[in-house]
């Protein structure tokens, strides 16, 4: 390319080689760095980002955004160049539309409140995060103020992890399918005894759990060359560059799901990263577009593809080679006990019958919150009656309620919809794929997932951050996204693992 | 701190915490990172080392360095702040006598030699790395002018890596033992037959060598807490504060040696970055003070301690508690195996005894190359003879000759003799010890490791780079840099050991 535009592309070049060192800091601190090495690891990651920022936030970055958006000019949407320069122009403005001194008291309200939320749900007691949480909801009315909307408030803090995106059109989608799983996993409830994980949940040998989580991955197409797999708490995938993408997992000595499934989950991020153009990769169009769209990866290869029945006809002879005490276990058992439904008070224990159903409830509470329509003291309350309503159990302490999870101390409000949305596309872009290559699911069932990855590859890894989630799906599917094609895929199995 | 004192150190504290997250990248990269990482990751150490660059030779360090130069007149000489000064000037001077220029031939005429040194060697050819080599011989002279000096040029060279020492003193400390070396060595040629290594070559398991070098070097007093030891082929220890200073190991199936004692010898260099003081943690003053300095604390307790009879006398029972085979080995036997003196042409293989020599060897042919006074083309002729001269045998190739480090194709002529100098400090420091100390040896006898420990930390770890090599050496013993205590204590360990 022409000069300016070269001129930007290695600006920012060395901007995303900061991000990129600074993830590899993240990732050792949560898998390697021994304990002693906290402080001076914050200190490290604050200088990286305050580079970086600096970097970005400079001058030169706006003049190089104009001087080759001229040499530039005339190239299609879809061009890299004009890709790059769309997607650097909005991640600039978005930028400063937070003052400084608001993005630091954030920064400061919320490093304080992790311990405080950790010490009520620690306690049971609401109370103690009370006031903290008031004072972020504050902050978060106030950013999205400064980031702007046109309809609803929610739309900015939306905006921020999934562009484009407005709170009207999730609530549509969620209306939508609500009252379908509602339903749903009213008919499972009835006929509940029909399923039995007892299976799962007996001694695996750790490392043989190890193992057999590496084939698999493997077997999906998760590169170990560029790549690696670590134990953690909290798993998570990250990469540094297409070519060096790494996966967590934590496993346990007396369930099988975490290790296996949550491999399985990691590498679907993984492979989406891993899939990236090699022309993107060290840009800021390297990576993977959305929170939605990345979600979608990891639970087509966890779900769709993990917990299928074509998958484990190739996958469970070889499951039992590695645990002989599964020998005994036919295909039809096993594959209801990794599908059973119960409806718990955890998110991130939620079957995927019942996950949604915890975002939806998460969502409505954040819009009102947003809105003022809900007061911070009232959530306990309203978090238990309107659990109540969709799952049909009542929360007995607000430690598995309302305090769950940590986003809220953070200030991540608008977050939880992504892995909604996530779930949706997962099927509707599989769907799409095995209307274009048909023969997908016999491909799965004789461990041959290059044609699914290959598609995905084609039609969605390889763009990067090209394209905004909406214009990803309308360009593959041809329509939005919608929660049609993941209702049928839920009816579907669920009726097969419950006889309904 | 006053205010431009306290200006100048965050932004000294920031290029330190941008040179820290390079070296956890240089970390990963050697022990971690998957093979598809490599590219990626020499683009973000690139932009790590141009940033610090950048930040250091800024004129904002030289007025900061001015400024704060007034606030703390009259400070005194040994106190943190004047000597934070003192160093960083120093540093910052250094810096600007290479033109960028010559900095990046350097930097392309090196990178280039790499590969084609490693074919010399592999086909055991010098002729063809000759021509590269001679380019190089001629930067490192052009270098030395650049640097400066007022007697030798390579007085310019080696202060790079050892700062204020010069290459006479280097000469004479030499010359002062290398007499005693060749007769030392001479007299334990004709009595060879006495001393045998066969019990430490047999099949040893590498996960019990690991566990029990972790559990010596824990004793000795490495943090694990504050450090972690990882495998690499080519072992290292490496610091991203005081705080996480990791090792690495490389362990053979078939030889106790490596990993037992290489382990030792990096928890030595590793203890002494865990013993800076905390107030000069992430600043220019936090780390080792030099190479030879450095090397002084992984040979002691590699060697001095390592492969001392008294610590022995405590070790063996429990090295035979992990591995029964040794159990009718008693600890005369195997105090002597791991004292064997072979003189070997390869110097990383070298024991004790004859460590030196090869060090000596490379001395004065690198004087004499700076000098102009040998030749490139001469240099196997005249390695070969001189190894003779000194060793008694002759290498019968060049691979295991002149051509077996990797030194000189990175251009680094002046390094050498610091791991001499290390080895001569590691018994002059160990002497002062005892004499202050008394109960050291025996308390090493008892697995005591704190007496000794406690010492270094108090003389050298805790100080940082205040004071050069040899300001801390006088400080500590009254004396420079000198050879007598180390030939002591190989003449007492080599007469016990052959019965000379």
């Known amino acids: 390319m022409t000069g300016k535009y070269q001129e930007l592309v290695v600006h920012l070049q060395e901007i995303t080689n900061l991000n990129r060192a600074g993830a590899l800091l993240g990732w050792d601190q949560r898998t390697q760095m021994p304990p002693g090495g906290a402080a001076a690891r914050g200190r490290q990651l604050a200088t990286l980002a305050r580079l970086s920022h600096e970097m970005f936030t400079d001058e030169k970055t706006l003049h190089l955004l104009d001087d080759?958006?001229?040499?530039?000019?005339?190239?299609?949407?879809?061009?890299?160049?004009?890709?790059?320069?769309?997607?650097?122009?909005?991640?600039?403005?978005?930028?400063?539309?937070?003052?400084?001194?608001?993005v630091a008291e954030m920064a400061e309200v919320t490093t304080l409140a992790h311990p405080v939320w950790a010490q009520a749900r620690a306690e049971n007691n609401f109370a103690v995060f009370q006031p903290t949480l008031e004072r972020i909801v504050e902050l978060v009315k106030q950013s999205a103020e400064y980031l702007g909307y046109t309809d609803h408030p929610y739309d900015a803090l939306l905006g921020q992890f999934e562009r484009g995106m407005k709170a009207a059109e999730v609530k549509a989608i969620f209306d939508a399918h609500k009252p379908a799983l509602v339903d749903l996993i009213a008919r499972i409830r009835a006929v509940s005894s029909r399923v039995s994980d007892a299976v799962l949940h007996q001694p695996f040998d750790i490392d043989r759990q190890r193992q057999f989580a590496v084939e698999v991955v493997r077997g999906f197409g998760y590169d170990f060359n560029r790549g690696?797999?670590?134990?953690?708490?909290?798993?998570?995938?990250?990469?540094?560059?297409?070519?060096?993408?790494?996966?967590?997992?934590?496993?346990?000595?007396?369930?099988?799901?975490?290790?296996?499934?949550?491999?399985?989950?990691?590498?679907?991020?993984?492979?989406?990263?891993?899939?990236?153009a090699a022309e993107l990769d060290g840009?800021?169009?390297?990576?993977?577009?959305?929170?939605?769209?990345?979600?979608?990866?990891?639970?087509m290869w966890e779900n769709i593809v993990g917990r299928s029945k074509p998958f484990w006809a190739w996958a469970l002879p070889q499951l039992k080679a590695i645990f002989p005490q599964l020998g005994g276990v036919d295909l039809d058992t096993f594959y209801k006990a990794i599908n059973i439904v119960k409806p718990s008070y955890i998110r991130v224990e939620a079957d995927e019958a019942t996950y949604n159903l915890h975002i939806m409830l998460r969502f409505e509470l954040e819009m009102e919150l947003a809105a003022g329509k809900v007061k911070v003291a009232d959530l306990p309350q309203e978090w238990n009656d309107r659990f109540e309503a969709s799952f049909g159990i009542r929360p007995p302490t607000d430690a598995v309620g309302v305090l769950q999870d940590i986003h809220w101390s953070g200030g991540m409000i608008g977050y939880f919809p992504t892995y909604a949305l996530g779930n949706?596309?997962?099927?509707?872009?599989?769907?799409?794929?095995?209307?274009?290559?048909?023969?997908?699911?016999?491909?799965?069932?004789?461990?041959?997932?290059?044609?699914?990855?290959?598609?995905?590859?084609?039609?969605?890894?390889?763009?990067?951050?090209?394209?905004?989630?909406?214009?990803?799906?309308?360009?593959i599917t041809g329509e939005g996204i919608q929660s049609r094609d993941y209702i049928a895929y839920l009816e579907t199995k669920f009726t097969e693992v419950y006889g309904l």
Not at 290 to 299: D, F, K, P, Y
Not at 428 to 440: G, H, K, L, M, T
């Open 283 to 299: 840009t800021p169009l390297g990576g993977g577009t959305s929170l939605a769209v990345h979600e979608s990866q990891s639970r």
């Open 228 to 276: 690696r797999l670590d134990e953690t708490v909290h798993p998570f995938a990250t990469g540094f560059s297409r070519d060096d993408v790494r996966i967590t997992t934590r496993s346990l000595p007396e369930f099988l799901n975490p290790a296996l499934f949550g491999t399985m989950h990691e590498a679907g991020h993984a492979m989406y990263e891993q899939g990236v």
């Open 68 to 102: 080759a958006a001229k040499e530039i000019e005339g190239l299609s949407y879809d061009s890299d160049q004009a890709s790059l320069l769309r997607v650097v122009r909005q991640d600039y403005e978005d930028l400063f539309k937070l003052p400084a001194a608001f």
């Open 424 to 475: 949706l596309l997962s099927a509707q872009y599989y769907n799409q794929a095995i209307r274009e290559v048909p023969s997908i699911p016999d491909d799965i069932a004789s461990g041959r997932f290059v044609t699914l990855l290959g598609w995905l590859n084609d039609r969605i890894h390889r763009h990067g951050r090209k394209f905004t989630a909406d214009e990803l799906t309308r360009r």
